[in-house]
């Protein structure tokens, strides 16, 4: 017996760490000093403080709580009614009911996720707090039938019954007989919703929008980079979750003392503890909201510009956040800013019906949206600053008279390498085609971009990248297959920027802002764009057709273009400004980017080319590309 | 009694609106062709065909039920004996056992899964222990292993609790009486136990087999991006290509195969049961 339990001791110990490790590890490092997620190099609360600061985070923490706490009061109050009900109800009726009320739970949460999304869609409602929260409660609800029903079954029908005819009215004999019942089964009811919701990642990626993110979708959509403010976020849930779950596991024990104890007052003092927590959490929910960013003088902006709110939707992490606060401030309006991974992204987003002010697509993006006419001229005498745009972004094939179109950033896409495992002349020699040296194998990175991706195939082919031909598109999907096959390269996004800072891997395809910042932080990686010929692309604020606040958007667009803006920009994120003084600071003498291979662009060199917009070959690409990746 | 029949109406013009006809344009638009105008219906299989023509796609089913699978049995294989343990502590023990057990689990999946990433990435923990110690570095990040990993640890817990409430709610004067009757240790579980456990079992293949099947978050944090499960497919279709015709063809193939697999699982619970009733009978 005794070496079965010291057994026992060693699985559950092994067990309880395998679940915690994971848990103390993110809290540990939620205190480092350096950004690094692996070692710890001191004491600092300095994420802490970032998160505190960070809106974005304020905010998802107040919608994820607000969520969850009308998702679980309405679910309940409703879950608990129609189980009542249902009780009572025909057999047929009930059956058919709880098989409906199964699907949320039986199905796979993407599949109801994108049936909620295609209805949304098709009543043209916009996607933001409201659409989340119906549909929070549209999965929480059959969670607080099924754990009522069987308290209902176990209940004596005549109760009720007996209560009535003694004179009491339907609601009194439901509140006052059969709800105390069957509470148990409604506080676990509830308990389950509260955990659903607060926990939904899903469900809520697919159906909110407008800047509305909870914690989860904040979270995926920093988790490419590394950020222990996460850290500090989780290790603040976790601290919730802590607290929520000893008061729910103590608060019957009290109950229970008080009840054994007979004392009447205790049950006062049990109401007041919860009411007293519950105007903990009200208050905790107060504060957020007025941490979340106000506007400053909402009135005046709404006078001169019919509106408080500008919604931008940009690329992930391009932009400094000081931008926007500073626009907020100037302004006194509140910046909706939302991100995309992709152009294509974007572009779903936006035929999917949402309306944004500026957008930053890139080059062939734009291409298409004017052909699609879902763009609106701009108003160019509120833009004074497009007199001082770069050289390198003037006249741009997409947009010559820039009557649409300002551009934000723009660059190359080249090749980082680690200088000491991977020599310059080799990649002269080869080019593009040292990503299929096997030499490299399992030492390389892929972007995640079906443009540039097949650019980098066509492009060592020899084809132009804007080929319509689709023998060479056929080619080139055969070089990226046999590159996934054969080479074992990792497809990622902007994991690659600490990927390459931390020295990873050897060989990555990078876009040359990307590049510029890898350089400045790890001096052991180069950068180089091969002689066949690289994409020359663009970014440009535009603004859509839909925008519900135009006036707003031109002065934001002049407003990013000016010196200190565009400075700040791109001083942030390592990528080439479009402001022609910022470039020459940054990259003359004593300039932030000053030698650094990868922040000016190449100009003029006739093998790149920019991308155009051509939607057969586009859907051809997609398609290819996906396959691609699930050829691994 | 009638009266309260009318609490049911309100919910039943909900599950109308927000459940049935989602899942009625799921299946119109995997039917019907781009434009995404109800107006112009126009019935086609194209994107059914388009998914089971493929090698590609159709491998990537296999590989996302093979994770799911493996899931599955590891955390069986895991899950069962801590269950089994914790079923057997003392009542006070057991309640912080299974408090242990679900306090994770109120924690987001997705800030779980993201910590991971530190402790495998290539210059992460368990690597520079390894190295500490003299042994090669290892892939481990975006591997099946580390996806496996993942997904044992944020389903686990489901299996963990389902089988240990059944290991619980049995009668043990069963075992003393096995006992009694001359069976010994291993053919008590055999013979008890391990037949009174397996609607838990059941019940948590079920709770960690539907998720591990569908689920995109994890093959993405801990796959990167070129690891694609039948999840990434949909989710890439609907949020990236666009194609939501395709997207909701594949969503509605993979809600065919989870029911499919959900009847055959229920039906072996159910054909046990009675097996084991009859055996019951007879002797």
Redesign the interface.
Known sequence: MNRFFSL?KI??GA??L??????L??LV?SFNDSRS???FEGFSLQWYQKMFQDPNMMEAIYYTLITAVIATLISTV?GT??A??????RKI?KDM?LQ??N??I???????A??????Y??LRLEKGFMTML??HI?FC?PYVILSVMPKLRSLD?HL??AAMDLGAT?FQA?LKVIVPQIMPGIVSGALIAF?MS??D??ISY?VTGNGVKN??TL??TM?KRINPS??A??TI??LM??IT?LMV?ILPLLKERAQRKNHPISNRALGIVSICFALLIGAGLLGLKNGAKKPMNAKEAIAKYGSDTLKVYNWGQYMDPQVNQAFEAQYGVKVIYDTFD?N??M??KL?GGESYDVLVPSDYMIERLLNEEFLQPLEKDRIPNLSSLAEGVKGLSYDPQNLYSVPFYWGTVGIVYNKKAVALDELQKEGYNILRNQKYR?RLY?Y?SERDSFMVALKALGFSMNTENETELMEAYEWLKEV?LTMD?????D?VID?MI????DLAVVYSGDAAYILSENEDMGYYMPNEGTNLWSDAMVIPKNAKNPLLANEYINFVLSYEMSLKNSLFVGYASSNGEVLETLSGYEGDYEGNEAYLPRVGYDKDEIFRYNEHVKKMI?DLW??V???? | ????????????A??LA??????I??VM?AFTQQG?E?ATLHFTFDNFMQFFT?M??L??LWLSLRIALMTTVLCIL?GY??AY??AMSSSKRRNL?I??????????????T??????L?????IN?LLSAIGLQPQ?LL?TDFAVVLGMV?NFI?FMILQIESSLAKMDKSLLDAANDLGADRWQRFVKVTLPLSLPGVISGITLVF??A??S??IPK?LG?????LI?N????Q?????E?NF??AI?MI??VI??IS?YVTKKLDKSDDALSRKRGSVR
């Open positions: 026992r699985c559950l067990i309880f395998f679940f915690y490790f994971p848990i590890y993110m490092f997620l692996t070692s409703v009614l129609t009542i009900g249902l009780s009572k109800s009726i009911v409906v009320n699907l949320p039986m199905n796979p949460e993407i599949v109801t994108v049936s909620l999304m295609l209805f869609v098709s119906l549909a549209a609800i029908d009720a019954d339907p439901m955990t607060f926990d990642f899903t697919f914690i989860s979270v995926w988790s996460i850290n976020l989780s849930i976790v979750i802590t779950l596991n992709s294509e992204l572009y779903t035929q399992g892929l995640d996934v390269p990792e497809i990622v996004t994991e990927a931390n020295g990873n891997k997609s996906t396959k990746k699930i050829a691994k | 009694m009638k009266t309260f029949r009318r609490l049911t109406y309100p919910y039943i909900w599950i927000m459940i049935v006809i989602p899942m344009l799921i638009y995404n109800v493929d590609d796609f491998r990537t895991i004996p801590i343990m914790i056992y408090l242990l057990i679900t306090l994770p689990m109120w924690i987001n999946m997705l800030v779980r993201y910590a991971w990433i530190g402790i990435s290539d210059n992460g923990l520079s892939k975006y640890y817990p539907l998720p099947v569908s995109f978050v944090l990167g991006g070129g690891y694609m999840g497919v949909i989710e890439n609907f949020i990236t290509v666009g939501w997207g909701s969503s993979m809600a989870i029911m959900m």
